[in-house]
C-alpha cells in the first residue's frame, strides 16, 4: 500500500494516536492496528539524533528546557516521557505502509531523508511542514519528495490559497471560525488543485469528519480505531508511485 491516485481515502493515526502516549511507540503500534499509516513530529537533538516529539520545549523540575539544547540521553533523563521518547529509527523499525513525518526543526531534513533512503521508505512519506520557506528547501533538496503544507496559522491559512503542488494539511478547527458551509466550500476550492488531508486539533472528529469525507484524500485522526467504528472505507490497494531523482546536499546556513 502506498500513495496513489484515486477516490480511496488514507487514515493515519495522528502522533499514533493522541493522548498522553502520543508520539510513541507503543501509540505508534496500536494505530497500525486499525489505520494505513501514522504521522508524528520530528526534531533534532543536539548531538543530531532525530526524536519524535511534538513541542521543542518543555518544563521539568520548574525548568524550562529545550530539545534541541540537549543531547539524547540528557532528553530521556529530562523529559516527562523519559525512555518513551522514541528515536526516528524506532518508528522506522515498524515499517509503516504510509508515513507523515512533521518535520519542526529545518535541520532534521538531510538526516530524515538520509533514513528514509536507506530503509526504503522515502516512497511512503509524505514530509509536511507549516512553512513555505522550508516547503521551498525541501523542493530544493528533494525535487521528488512527496510534500505538505500544515495550516496552522492566519499566515498560512492566507498563504495556502496559493498552494497548488503537494498535500495540504487543513484542521478540522477552521470550522470554528468560518462555519460549516464555507469551510466545506474551502475544501471544495482547495480540492481543485491539491489533496486535502484533513487534520484535528480541538475539534470532534467523530462529529465532523464522517460529514467531510467527499472532499478528504487522507484523514489524521486522533484515534483510528474509533474513527473506523463511524466511517466505512474501501481498502486502498494501488501500486506504488516511484521517482528517480538526486538529491542536493543542505545545509542549515542555505
Known amino acids: 500500500m502506498t ?49 519524535l516529539l511534538h513541542d521543542g520545549t518543555f518544563k521539568s523540575d520548574g525548568q524550562e528546557y529545550s530539545v534541541k539544547a540537549l543531547t539524547y540521553r540528557e532528553l530521556t533523563r529530562l523529559h516527562p516521557k523519559g525512555k518513551l521518547v522514541p528515536l526516528l529509527k524506532d518508528a522506522l523499525v515498524l515499517k509503516p505502509r504510509l508515513i507523515n513525518a512533521d518535520l519542526k526543526d529545518i535541520e532534521a531534513l538531510n538526516p530524515l531523508l538520509n533514513k528514509l533512503e536507506s530503509t526504503g521508505l522515502l516512497d511512503r512519506t509524505v514530509i509536511s511542514v507549516d512553512s513555505l520557506g522550508w516547503l521551498k528547501i525541501i523542493r530544493r533538496e528533494c525535487p521528488y519528495c512527496r510534500v505538505g503544507l500544515s495550516i496552522t496559522t492566519p499566515r498560512t491559512f492566507f498563504r495556502s490559497f496559493k498552494f497548488r503542488e503537494g498535500y495540504l494539511h487543513v484542521p478540522l478547527d477552521l470550522i470554528k471560525y468560518t462555519g460549516f458551509r464555507v469551510f466545506r466550500t474551502l475544501l471544495r476550492f482547495y480540492g481543485k488543485k491539491t489533496k486535502i488531508w484533513l487534520w484535528n486539533y480541538q475539534m470532534n472528529e467523530i462529529e465532523w469528519i464522517p460529514k467531510l469525507l467527499p472532499y478528504a484524500y487522507a484523514i489524521i485522526s486522533d484515534d483510528p480505531a474509533r474513527l473506523k467504528r463511524f466511517i466505512s472505507l474501501e481498502p486502498t490497494t494501488n501500486e506504488a508511485i516511484h521517482h528517480v531523482g538526486t538529491r542536493k546536499s543542505y545545509s542549515s546556513g542555505a
Open 3 to 51: 500513495f496513489k491516485d484515486s477516490d480511496k481515502i488514507f487514515i493515519l493515526g495522528h502522533r499514533g494516536f493522541r493522548g498522553k502516549l502520543e508520539n510513541t511507540i507503543p501509540a505508534f503500534k496500536r494505530a497500525l492496528k486499525y489505520a494505513d499509516g501514522i504521522e508524528f513530529d520530528v526534531r533534532i537533538t543536539h548531538d543530531k539524533k532525530l526524536v
